[in-house]
């Protein structure tokens, strides 16, 4: 296990700095299990140490059951990986968020991606009760309420205030230019301070997004790009995830592909090297493949981070071998 010194020093504000000073930043995501065992998930974030500023985590996503974001995004920061908090509404009142957020900031963790999050009945527990008394903009209030130290209920924090770096959720693909601009400006009045987008098809969108929405409230934009491995996974996608619009063009040209997966790695490789001149940054999803996000930012022509990317792969057989041991 990395001792507290090490991981603080390590991994605590490599997002922010890249962001805060206009270079070009690179997240990644994983997804927590569905079982006790993180082996696998935090392997694949180690892999990734070197490429990525910092690694995502998800909260419920799609709202199936997974091991707790909090308790993978700990895990992480003691494996030397930079964790990306993902926080959702659907499941938690105030308190359970008031809690959980501080809970957050004493084991380290900094970056938060703040959520209203996915509607119950797109997950497998359609009968499971929503909470939903906040919303991504009432929470980024929050977290912002405890940044300047101040009780949620009243008075001041006896400790101080967090120092969290917040950030909040977009879709350029909105169809609705007024109501994506309206919302924007709420978050960031709220709090936000980066834009993570959904997954993007259309860089003329994404460049409308940057230069007339989220440029002006000078938020940095991190474009998601989401790595396809097929025809059918994209129309997969395009069916049940809230959102995703997938030209067919992209789906022909996956189901006239010789090796789909490889395609899939180039589509994605084009799409960051496009966005790269649009948005300071790339959020990258390659679910259940995330140990090809090195191959995409390759053939993107994006360079590994200092240090270089080959430690990710000594990072992740290190981690791998500390589980075998025990």
Not at 121 to 145: I, M
Not at 289 to 305: F, H, K, N, T
Request: aromatic share 4%; with cysteine.
């Amino acid at each position: 296990m990395v001792d507290d010194g090490a991981w603080y020093g390590c991994c605590g504000l490599l997002l922010q700095q890249a962001l805060a000073t206009g270079r070009f930043a690179i997240t990644a995501e994983v997804t927590p299990p569905r079982g006790g065992d993180p082996s696998r998930t935090l392997a694949a974030a180690a892999a990734l140490r070197g490429w990525v500023h910092a690694v995502n985590v998800t909260d419920g996503s799609r709202a199936v059951m997974r091991m707790s974001s909090i308790a993978v995004c700990r895990l992480m920061l003691e494996a030397g990986v930079e964790p990306v908090l993902q926080m959702a509404c659907r499941d938690r009142n105030r308190i359970a968020l008031q809690a959980d957020l501080l809970g957050a900031h004493a084991l380290g963790l900094r970056n938060l991606l703040c959520l209203t999050g996915d509607p119950v009945r797109a997950g497998d527990q359609p009968g499971a009760r929503a909470v939903n008394e906040l919303e991504s903009v009432r929470l980024l209030q929050l977290v912002r309420q405890l940044n300047q130290g101040l009780d949620p209920v009243s008075g001041a924090l006896p400790d101080g205030g967090t120092e969290f770096f917040a950030g909040a959720a977009a879709d350029p693909q909105s169809p609705s230019l007024s109501g994506l601009r309206s919302r924007l400006r709420r978050k960031q009045q709220a709090g936000a301070r980066f834009v993570q987008t959904q997954m993007v098809s259309d860089a003329t969108a994404l460049r409308r997004f940057v230069d007339e929405i989220a440029g002006p409230l000078g938020l940095p934009v991190l474009a998601g790009v989401f790595l396809l491995k097929s025809a059918r996974n994209a129309s997969f996608i395009n069916r049940v995830v809230p959102g995703a619009n997938i030209p067919q063009a992209v789906i022909d040209r996956l189901a006239a592909a010789p090796d789909p997966a490889a395609e899939g790695i180039a589509i994605a490789a084009e799409q960051v090297a496009s966005y790269s001149q649009i948005a300071q940054g790339v959020h990258l999803m390659a679910i259940k493949a995330e140990e090809r996000i090195p191959e995409i930012l390759r053939q993107a022509g994006v360079l590994p981070l200092a240090g270089g990317g080959a430690q990710g792969q000594v990072a992740a057989e290190q981690f791998s071998q500390s589980l075998l041991l025990g």
